[in-house]
């Protein structure tokens, strides 16, 4: 029985050697071990520096609720000193800059950044032309466009804060009291 188990152990060990001998035997084999080496390293390393956590930008106070005419709207692209994107949506500006990563400068919607994306959103269009200069009233979209961008506006509403509306030629901005937006600001607080 002794015999028995130690012709295995010799097996063993031989096959082991075997191996060995052969993976560092030839220079080829040599170079396809080093390039499996540096490619482990690589997928190790490039996993700890993903797994950093990314520096955040810091939030922004909340936007006063007020209402905005189109030049007043252009002005919250992004670009400025503090970075606030606002996009407006049938008639109603979000503030969008949690999303910014989408929808400010470089981002894949960042041509909607301090417009009235409507238009653009009803037709599925990224194009500029989508984007008018001057308000636009919908009228010549069809009822299903229509649709569209009322579950546009209901996914803003979910997702990213209201902060007025936008006016119209003539209109006049409504007056919004700070208790209305202390008060909307405590029901987020209980709901969350």
């Known amino acids: 029985m002794a015999d028995s188990v130690s012709g295995e ?7 082991i050697l075997r ?32 797994d950093s956590t990314p520096t955040r930008e810091p939030e922004l106070p909340p936007l006063k609720k007020q209402d905005f005419t ?22 109603k500006v979000f503030d969008v800059t949690r999303g910014k990563r989408f929808y400010g ?7 909607f950044a301090g417009h009235d994306a409507s238009r653009a ?9 989508a984007l008018k200069n ?10 299903l466009q229509m649709e569209s961008i009322r579950e546009w506006e209901m996914q803003f509403q979910e997702k990213y804060v209201y902060v007025g509306k936008l006016l119209k030629p003539g209109e006049q901005p409504t007056e919004y009291s700070d ?13 969350d």
Not at 9 to 15: I, N, Q, T
Not at 70 to 91: H, M, P, S, T
Not at 105 to 111: D, E, F
Not at 121 to 129: I, K, R, Y
Request: glycine share 12%; aromatic share 8%; hydrophobic share 30%.
């Open 105 to 111: 400068p470089g981002g894949p919607y960042g041509l």
């Open 9 to 15: 152990e010799k097996s063993e060990s031989g096959l």
């Open 70 to 91: 189109l030049e007043q709207l252009r002005e919250y692209d992004g670009k400025g000193g503090d970075g606030r994107v606002l996009i407006a949506v049938n008639g």
């Open 134 to 143: 001057e308000y636009d009233d919908l009228s010549d979209l069809n009822t």
């Open 121 to 129: 959103l009803a037709t599925f269009s990224l194009g500029e032309d």
């Open 19 to 50: 191996i060995v001998s052969e993976l560092f035997g030839s220079p080829l084999n040599l170079a396809l071990l080093g390039i499996c080496g540096f490619l482990i390293y690589k997928i190790i390393s490039s996993r700890r520096s993903t």
């Open 179 to 191: 208790t209305e937006d202390e008060e909307k600001t405590e029901s987020e607080k209980k709901s």
